[in-house]
């Protein structure tokens, strides 16, 4: 079908802004609501109190290109919470937003500030998310059944409020003039009749002169704020199942029993000829579309009564959406559908319970989507680059600041001091040999890897109770490529290779196999206790647990720079499970821990590692370590190979993908097994060389290739530009790359050894606060975030201050010993 002139505009402009982003390289897709050259937008107008995108894009089994929300205006922070929410699922499937903004105020007391309030959250969530928004100021505005119903005066200053600050800002949003279809107006039997409109109004709605507002009246033009204010105009056209073409619906025409319509009902609608009693001039369509060259948008659905006989529910919506979608052809400024998706109680319907849903029952479903897809005249989404869920997730992984040669440079520095630091132990190893750890070989705990994993989990800690301070540096800058989390993982396995034998000895293979995956069972309850917990906090004034169940992007994910400032909700149809019954889909996302606060995500990964350990060990066990470590290294393989493959949807994947991640813990698994005979076979006189040349070499490796950089010198075969590409190549901590591993292993070696050789003095002056740690280590990563949750609820607390920033983490750190040393709920979380 062939567009008018604005069509052909839209796509040109379209073409033209695909340019920049051609030539300016990769950029978040972004909308201008323009409209669809062919064919028309089509989407639902939810309930979101008890429907959601995800929940009706599963049932229609389509992605549509719009969903609409109803917003109390002025905006309150209700209401800006109720459509940042829905923006965020909206952007979720790359969909269309239309806003419905309904005055809960009378017109005469919007003014411009509000106003601007409305056009700044246009604003943040066309930059956040790139979405296209269309705006339904105070629709159905020639009704006597809306608050804001047949005052033309008072409505046209408020729209052009509106308008005036949307088009003057940059939100890209457009204003959409919504009336109801006029048959009926002004609509004397209509339910809730509003008092008798002022004098003014009623002369700007007496259009025929004769001195009293009727039939014949025009039941649109008194409402028309104008073409520099409009950029869509829309019409509400709903099909109430009774009355005939000469009859206006009402309250006073009963609904006896369900009937589909009227052959032909939908055109005679645009025609304007359908339910007036005065002929009409001219058409809606014609006026307003055709004569203004503006896109429309029709607002629908087909009323049901489940208690009523007649014709099927299917015969009913079928009956409307089909004449809907053949009238498209002949109105081809139709640019957008969206269908009534709800049940509530209809007037029209004497106060009952009626469905207008198209999507509720699976057969009804199926046949809209079918009849939308062979009308051909319906575009479906995405419109943009959806932001999904595991972009939010993927973005909340730890980074520092800055990238390249700066980031390069901490982590040579770190391997530099980490590397003489190795050195010097041999020194003082053979000089001070009273310091050195009292290993007397016996199976149990090795308190140097409690003491360092009391450390990992306090710099954990620290990361995720994000203000600034001494501890927050080391943290974040002072640990190499590597965060918390890689020894995290590393050091559970290898404790649990360490111990898992001893229960295998002392209970048996199968009964020690049970414990694990109790273990996990237990790991499992407790994660989805904690999700369900804050979430359930999320209800309690004062606690901000915006903090940790959204995030905001620093710009360092994978999607870069251009998402920074983007709000991700970790949380996606969290309400839903309120619902009764809750929906599966929101369901199966808690249960597969597709949801949670950010600073917990992890937990997910130890779960579904857990349940490795009896097979891995049952191998190990049987001296096929080999096999463990090849299969690890080739589904490490795979997790490079296929980076968007992932084998569970969960929270975790995007940030520590399981293909990836499993190497570190799998590693761990097999050198906590043998780790007698490792440390054995290393401190011989040739495992000390080559462990010194691995060292010194990698530290010197490094060492040189920033000196060149720095410095400016040749490095002889070796690249001068090696050092600027080597960060990107093998140490970001958006990937588990081969730099982060090999900083891995230096860490570990050179720790355990100083550790080794120092360890009196540091045991002395730190180990009453790491030990303890250590060895509840999975205790207290539980516990940190609702310490992270306090901390962010903080009335007026500034991050940015250092003192402050160092007291709160010292009173956290302090707390959690405490908590520890208690023993403090240890019979209900795991350690």
Known sequence: MRRPALRALAALAAAVAVVPLVLGGAAPATADTAPPAEGAWVGPDLDWGSDGPDGYADRLGETPSTYSVNIDYPIDDGSADQWRRSAR??????????????????????????????????????????????????????????????????????????????????????????????????????????????????????????????EADDPYGPYYPGDDAVDWVGLTMFFFGKGDASTAAGTDVPLVANQAPAEGEVQARFDETWGYSQPQEATFYDRFAVGTDHPLLLDTGALYDQGLDGATELAVKQGWWRQMLTALDDQPLVA???????????????????????????????????????????????????????????????????????????????????????LLSGVVGRVLPRWRYPDDGKPGRDLRIDLFRGFIILAVVITHIEVAGPYSFVTLKAVGAITGAEMFVFLSGLVLGMVYPLGVKKFGEKTAAIGAFVRARKQYVVTLVVILVVFALSFVPLVNTDEITTFTDRGTGDTGAGAMGRVYDLYPNADRLLDYPPPWYAVRQLLLLEMGPWPFNIMGLFVVLSLTIPGLMWLVKRGLWWVVLVGSWAVYAVGVLFPDFSLLPSQFEPVFPLFAWQVLFTHGLVIGNYRRQIVSALTTTVGKVLVGVGVVGYAGFLALIWAGSTYGFDLGPIPSSIYDSLYLTGYQRVDMQWGRLVDTALVVVCVYAILTVFWKPIAAALGWLW?????????????????????????????????????????????????????????????
């Open 771 to 831: 030990i303890p740690l250590g060895q509840a280590s999975l205790y207290v990563f539980i516990w940190q975030v609702f310490f992270a949750l306090a901390v962010a609820s903080i009335p007026g607390l500034d991050r940015t201050n250092v003192i402050t920033g160092t007291i709160i983490h010292t009173a956290v750190i302090l707390l959690v010993w405490w908590m520890v040393r208690k023993r403090f709920l240890f019979s209900v979380i795991p350690r």
């Open 89 to 214: 699922a909206a952007a979720a499937q790359g969909a269309a937003l239309v806003v419905s903004l309904e005055p809960s105020r009378p017109l005469a007391d919007l003014d411009a500030d509000q106003a601007a309030r409305a056009d700044e959250l246009l604003t943040e969530f066309h930059d956040q998310y790139g979405i296209a928004q269309l705006v339904r100021f105070a629709p159905e505005m020639n009704g006597n059944w809306q608050r804001w119903g047949q005052q033309p005066t008072e409505f046209v200053r408020a729209f052009g409020q509106i308008a005036d600050a949307v088009h003057d800002g940059t939100s890209t949003a457009d204003m959409v003039w919504a009336p109801s279809y006029g048959a009926g107006y002004p609509f004397a039997q209509a339910d809730g009749r509003l008092p008798a409109t002022g004098a003014r109004d009623e002369a700007l709605l007496d259009t025929d002169g004769d001195g009293t507002v009727t």
């Open 336 to 422: 957008g559908v969206t269908w009534l998706e709800t049940v509530r109680d209809e007037a029209e319907a004497g106060d009952r319970e009626v469905d207008w849903r198209a999507t509720d029952d699976d057969a009804i479903a199926a046949a809209f989507r079918a009849d939308l897809v062979d009308s051909g005249a319906i575009v479906f989404g995405p419109l943009t680059d959806p932001v999904t869920p595991e972009e939010g997730d993927a973005a909340t992984v730890q980074v520092r600041d800055g990238g390249g040669g700066d980031e390069m440079g901490w982590i040579v520095g770190c391997a530099v001091a980490l590397a003489l630091a190795f």
